[in-house]
């Protein structure tokens, strides 16, 4: 879920081993292309990033919908207040498919490992969108089935032009950089 996106400033002031792409290089990425044309996208984003998100969103080809909030309980230093969230936006791009059921807009977990996320997230796009196929870009660590990934910690090539015809999702992650997951539904 992590991107290795947009760190630079993050990584000079937290020291932190990330590769970094600028954000037109995660506009380029082809999510567009291997995006089911009804489809949910998933995108992870800290406030100090949340308007170059939009143009990320634009550029992938979806539309900006809601987002959720995860409370990270901890706070962390900010520039004008202590932040200790962040933003999952909900993009899509047709029609995708409805959701069973609404949820809570807000989700309380300790944050644990620097950049990961809880399980939870994942855990409800697979509720919330049971069909079609998932890709988490910029994933790290084993992703469960029936999830892809592709991203530096992975050992898998970008997926081709193919799309499922049951509809994508995908999901995105933004954090300080940009994260992003492909979830069909």
Known sequence: MEPSGCRHLFDKVAGHAFGSMSIRELCEIPVKQISHENCVAFLWVTSPLLEEAFEIIHAWGFKYKTSMVWDKVGHNVG?????????????????????ARLVDSVYVEERQEHSSKPEYF?????????????IELFARGDIPEPWD????????????????????????GIVMPLPIDKVTG
């Open 79 to 99: 520039n004008y207040v202590s932040v200790r969230h962040e933003f999952l936006l909900i993009c899509a791009k047709g029609t995708p498919p409805k959701v």
């Open 122 to 134: 994942r855990e409800l796009i697979d509720e919330l969108y049971p069909a079609g196929k998932r």
């Open 149 to 172: 990934s592709w991203g530096n910690e992975s050992d898998k090539n970008f997926p081709d032009t193919e799309v499922s015809p049951e509809g994508d999702v995908v999901r995105v």
